[in-house]
């Protein structure tokens, strides 16, 4: 029996399928402007979100640079403290809703890894203190890396841990001598894992602290500066973590170092005579390791509109006149 009866006349077959190929064509190109409208959907949604990438973006950087302007109109250069203005976050609301923050953060607060790389080492080397900094978070086996980190970083080749011991590596790899410019450089050099950089054990419970004088945090006792200064960079007395402060002075001056971060609570250090007379067996050792300015920090810098959000990290060395250069700049997603 045919399709369509009737009153009405069959359909020849070659109508038939013209119909269909009509219809094909009908819903191919329904299908194809759809598509086509998809796609300029989505390419609006990408530009649209690479646009507010772009505001988020410059409204950080914008942020961490007036974070930096703070830093170079510091009226004190002699002494840095963290109740300066520099100090303080800061806070800037943009076009398009954005809001963004910014802190800069005085970097000698840590002991610099790369100081290992200088040949001149006033006072206690810079070896003995990043040893002490293993111990007092808690990492007791310290001469080896500590080693071989100077010898990775140094300009001679002369070392246990030079090329010939890399030659054998899994990876073999030969020591750039010079300093370091990112701290995933250090994951090469012997001894050095991600585990040393993993948050300390907490303590057992909420009675207990972690220990005073091996609990430490190695994020919280070192840093890497991207620079290559002539002489190494000294911890600031007034803003040094703990951490940092029982490396420079030794784990057996602990009571020392606690009285230091009591005192400079009430009033910040204006030089280091104090301490130095304070402990008389400390003086000499502490020649080029602190002072009570800085001379390096970095800025964070966060925006953020609708949960979306860009980051920035700079680090930046100042001048003696108070002129503020930029070392590194590093975006990304936060
Ligand atoms: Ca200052
Ligand atoms: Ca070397």
Redesign the pocket.
Known sequence: MLPFSGNASPLPRNAGVALILALAAIVTASGLLLWLQARALHRGTSAYAALETEHLRVAAAETARAALYVLAA?P??????PG?DWAQPLERDWPGGIHAWARVEDAAAYVDLNNLACSNQPGRPFSAILRNAFTACGHFEADAPVDALADYVDADTTGDYEAAFYRHADAPLLPPDRELWAPAELLHVHGFSPALFAPPAPAPDARHHRDELFGGDFRQATVLLPDAPDAPVPVNLNTATREALLAVAGIEHAATVRSAMSLRALHPFQSTTLLAAASPDLASTLEGAIDV?SAYYRVRATAEHDGRRRSILAYARRDPDGTVHLLQWLEGVS
């Open positions: 510091d004190d250069l002699s002494v840095d403290h300066e300015k």
